[in-house]
């Protein structure tokens, strides 16, 4: 039989309904429109990672001092040094750059404003190697930092913060732990990479921090550009041998700092993400199987309300085939409305939490397929049971039924 | 139901040729319907054998039966049978959408079998927006659809008023004039009248046979 005549059927037995129909939908439109979001919301938290990693440029190396036992406790021994981070600036092969600094929540007081910030300590090259751009002012030069003079960057969410605009802020005077600095510069913002929010930050010279705030000369961490043209195991190889040298390291003994990788970390988020989206669109995933059961449910019913009529078309030639394809196409063509309706929600929900709770979200056509494959495949294997139900049916106890 | 085990049918030897017109009569509960649904194909003998056009019906599976009532027979109810939800047209176009005519050809001999039950202007008209003759009326148009071997009629007239029934048997009688296989199941005595042949059934046999024709 045509397959066209058994849609048009399936259509005006729907539209005969439509209440029920969207009934019988509803577990589906839920699904879908949850595995949608889901996925969405996933595809979303992995694209922010992409773009982190991509800001990474040639692969970027932190290098830290290593944490230590002692007595069964970890304890973190500072063993980097600026003249670490300048033996690491000079006659390297592999390192393109390096920028050490410290970092440290201090007391911060504009006017009569308090806040708790990071202040770092830092080298002007940070701007470049972790890809930050100036919206006002001017970044702080070498000279700054070996003058050790009291001046300031911000990042670009503390204009907000502090209730002033922007460009008026640069010459401005500000307090952290009591020492007056000149604020220089405003920074664009770079946007949340995750877990850390580098646009609140303040940024001093790495001197003016060691000498005038903290008051050692350790640094904290040193990250080190990799060059465009090498690996990054060589470059990790070349600073082993060059810190070794650096910090008197016997061979055989072992490393006194560590090197992370943190291309690698992003990719280990990036793993773990992709997990959680799986898990989430797994959990959304038995929702649609629960509206399939109500397909079920639903077109159980129909088969018996509607057993006369098919006893009629049985007696008017229809065959087994053509009663199963009848019933079969109907609870496709619900699931796939279902799945339509549910995909349009998804859609709005994900723009919706995009825009009010800030999460980015991406609908992408993978996803919208496989959710819509999903509802099809859901009202195959949940109409084949009613489905065959009707098609056994005997016509004559088909016709005889009230 | 229960255990009981009844035949409602027995000895019934029965020879129907084309352009015949039976009627069977018999009290309720003797088997008429049990023995027109057989015909029809929509029932299977627990024994015996029921050839079609020199086929063997009582031996076919599912499929073929279902091709054999959608080709060869043309079954009229006695609750007419219309799909709710669809026009006359649609309601007799049902056969041929299982032949699996095209829609053009479809429409055109669907409106030819309205024409030919004189229903040419209530084509568009649902069955609940019609009257009782004119829904059998749909019904026979419906069974004549396919050009079957054979139409049975299970007391056609027996959910109608006189005057409507006695309109549909004029119908029925215009159908055999047109030539036409007809075995119509009826309880009235002037309505078995306008067949040639009267079968008598009483508990599942056949007890009388009469070509009135050939009586006359
Ligand atoms: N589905 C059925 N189950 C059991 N007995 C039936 C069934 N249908 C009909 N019968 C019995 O078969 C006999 C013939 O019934 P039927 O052919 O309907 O008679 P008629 O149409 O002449 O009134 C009756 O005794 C009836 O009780
Ligand atoms: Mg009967």
Not at chain 1, 113 to 128: A, E, F, R, W, Y
Not at chain 1, 379 to 399: E, K, N, Q, T
Not at chain 2, 192 to 201: H, K, P, S, Y
Request: proline share 3%; with cysteine; net charge negative.
């Amino acid at each position: 039989m045509l397959i066209g005549e058994t849609v048009r059927i399936s259509l005006a037995s729907i539209r005969s309904n439509l209440f029920r129909a969207l009934l019988t939908m509803l577990g589906i439109i839920i699904g879908v429109a949850a595995v949608i979001t889901m996925v969405a919301l996933g595809t979303g938290a992995q694209r922010a990672i992409d773009k982190q990693m991509q800001a990474f440029g040639g692969d970027i190396l932190s290098i830290q001092s290593s944490a230590w036992f002692s007595r069964g406790v970890a304890r973190n021994r500072q063993t980097l040094t600026t003249d670490d981070a300048l033996a690491l600036s000079t006659g390297m092969e592999h390192v393109e750059a390096v920028v050490p600094e410290i970092s440290e929540r201090y007391q911060i007081k504009y006017g009569n404003q308090n806040l708790n910030l990071s202040v770092i300590g830092t080298t002007p090259n940070h701007l470049d190697v972790h890809g930050f751009a100036m919206a006002h002012g001017a970044m702080f030069s070498s000279a700054d930092d070996a003058a050790r003079k009291r001046v300031a960057v911000i990042g670009a969410e503390l204009p907000g913060m502090l209730d002033a605009e922007p460009a008026a802020l640069i010459g401005r005077s500000i307090q952290i732990r009591s020492i007056n600095f000149e604020i220089i510069g405003v920074l664009e913002a770079k946007g949340g990479s995750g877990w850390r929010n580098p646009d609140d930050d303040v940024w001093i010279p790495l001197s003016t921090a060691q000498f005038r705030v903290t008051g050692d000369e350790y640094v904290e961490t040193i990250s080190a550009k990799i060059a465009e043209t090498s690996s990054t195991e060589m470059g990790m190889l070349e600073i082993e041998r060059v810190l070794r040298r650096e910090h008197g390291i016997l061979p055989g003994k072992d490393n006194d700092f560590a090197i992370m990788d943190r291309k690698q970390f992003a990719e280990s988020r990036q793993a773990a993400t992709e997990v959680f989206t799986y898990l989430l669109a797994g959990i959304a995933g038995v929702s649609l199987v629960v509206g399939g059961i109500g397909i079920m449910n639903i077109m159980l019913v129909t088969v018996t309300e509607r057993t006369r009529e098919i006893g009629v078309r049985k007696a008017l030639g229809a065959t087994r085939g053509n009663i199963l394809l009848q019933f079969l196409v109907e609870s496709t063509i619900l699931c796939l409305l279902g799945g339509l309706i549910g995909l349009a929600l998804g859609a709005t929900a994900s723009a919706l939490l995009a825009r009010y709770a800030g999460w980015q979200t991406v609908v992408t056509s993978g996803s919208a397929l496989t959710a819509f494959g999903f509802s099809a495949a859901v009202g195959i294997v949940f109409g084949i049971w009613p489905a065959r139900r009707a098609a056994a049916l005997d016509p004559i106890d088909a016709l005889r039924h009230e | 139901m229960g255990d009981e085990h009844i035949d409602a049918l027995r000895e019934v030897d029965l020879d129907v040729r084309t352009n015949e017109y039976v009627a069977i009569m018999g009290q309720s509960g003797s088997g008429k319907s049990t023995l027109m649904n057989i015909l029809g194909c929509l029932d299977r003998p627990t024994a015996g054998e029921y050839w079609l056009n020199s086929e063997r019906v009582s031996r076919m599976n599912d499929r073929q039966l279902a091709g054999i009532r959608n080709r060869e027979i043309g079954f009229v109810f006695q609750t007419f049978n219309l799909l709710p939800r669809m026009s006359a047209l649609s309601n007799v176009e049902v056969p041929l959408i299982y032949s699996g005519l095209p829609k053009k050809e479809r429409v055109e001999r669907a409106t030819a079998a309205l024409e030919t039950v004189g229903l040419a202007d209530r084509m568009r008209h649902r069955p609940s927006e019609m009257s009782g003759g004119q829904r059998q009326r749909v019904a026979i148009a419906r069974a004549l659809v396919t050009r079957p071997s054979i139409v049975l009629a299970d007391e056609p007239t027996g959910n109608l008023d006189s005057t409507t029934g006695e309109e549909i048997m004029n119908l029925f009688d215009q159908l055999h004039d047109a030539g036409n296989t007809l075995i119509v199941v009826t309880h009235e005595q002037h309505i078995a009248a306008r067949a040639g042949r009267v079968v008598r059934l009483s508990d599942g046999d056949v007890v009388s046979d009469v070509n009135a024709r050939n009586e006359e």
